[in-house]
């Protein structure tokens, strides 16, 4: 069993950033593929980035590319979001998700097996 926490949500105006952290506890953390997925109101939860255990393989959503970093520090079983020239349509709650898989895609395209809370983020124009 794998616990995960999101923290680092807020507001911000367009054009800010914001880094997203998710804390995983529980059981062994290795091997999993850690990624972020948001959804927003009135739509379905959507993939946004994710990245290998061993940090070698990141897949982004297109919305995501060139604007947001994923990384991770398995020493503190710690994954991050960071945020960039962030627009109103990226408002909308962030989910943290893990699950084991041989490459980042393969998180977007089955989803999570283990899912965080959530954490909020908007953006105002």
């Known amino acids: 069993q794998v616990q995960l926490v999101e923290s680092g949500g807020g507001s911000v105006q367009a054009g800010g950033s914001l880094r997203l952290s998710c804390a995983a506890s529980?059981?062994?953390?290795?091997?999993?593929?850690m990624g972020w997925f948001r959804q927003a109101p009135g739509k379905e939860r959507e993939f946004v980035a994710a990245?290998?255990?061993?940090?070698?393989?990141?897949y982004y959503a297109d919305s995501a590319k060139g604007r947001f970093t994923i990384s991770r520090d398995n020493a503190k079983n710690t994954v991050y979001l960071q945020m960039n020239d962030l627009k109103p349509e990226d408002t909308a709650v962030y989910y943290c998700?893990?699950?084991?898989?041989?490459?980042?895609?393969?998180?977007?395209?089955?989803?999570?097996?283990?899912w965080g809370q959530g954490t909020q983020v908007t953006v105002s124009s």
């Open positions: 998700a893990a699950r084991r898989t041989s490459t980042a895609q393969g998180l977007g395209v089955m989803g999570g097996y283990y």
């Open positions: 529980g059981s062994t953390f290795s091997g999993y593929t």
């Open positions: 990245i290998t255990w061993s940090g070698g393989n990141t």
